[in-house]
């Protein structure tokens, strides 16, 4: 008779277990990802501002820079990420560019909507900035 009591507790168990091991797996996974993203956008973003804005092309501004830098982490980071690159003047003649990098988390793959349950699913933001001195050649100082 006591058999017969305890017959489908694994599976109640795995019902009540399985979705909370999927939130926590998509969580870690999603976690990652981010980290893993962050770090290429990290070096991406320093060689994209060192080769497109250190040393111009003649009568290239800030803004074809920018926008070549911008183009440059597009084509290189993929779907799931936006890039986004800003100018500020810094002293002394030199620019900082700053990139802005926005991952949307899935769910493994799936795109995930905004809100689950009430809980707000925000996209995650990572930046970089890098000051330089763009040379010029031929301009006299």
């Known amino acids: 008779m006591r058999l017969l009591d305890e017959r489908g507790q694994t599976t109640v168990g795995l019902v009540v277990v399985l979705p909370v091991a999927i939130i926590v797996a998509a969580i870690a996974v999603n976690a990652l990802l981010f980290f893993s993203e962050c770090a290429k956008f990290d070096r991406l973003a ?5 080769v497109c804005a250190t040393s111009p092309a003649y009568g290239q501004g800030v803004e074809q820079s920018t926008a070549a830098i911008d ?7 993929g779907e799931g990420v936006d890039c986004q690159v800003s100018t500020s003047g810094g002293g002394a003649g030199s620019t ?3 990139a ?7 769910l493994f793959g799936v795109g995930l909507r905004e809100e689950v349950f009430g809980v707000s699913l925000p996209a995650l933001r990572h930046e970089v900035s890098l000051t330089v001195d763009s040379y010029k050649p031929g301009m006299l100082l």
């Open 46 to 50: 320093r060689n994209a501002v060192r």
């Open 100 to 106: 802005s990098m926005t991952y949307d988390p899935s």
């Open 96 to 98: 900082t560019f700053t």
């Open 71 to 77: 183009a440059m982490l597009e084509d290189a980071m």
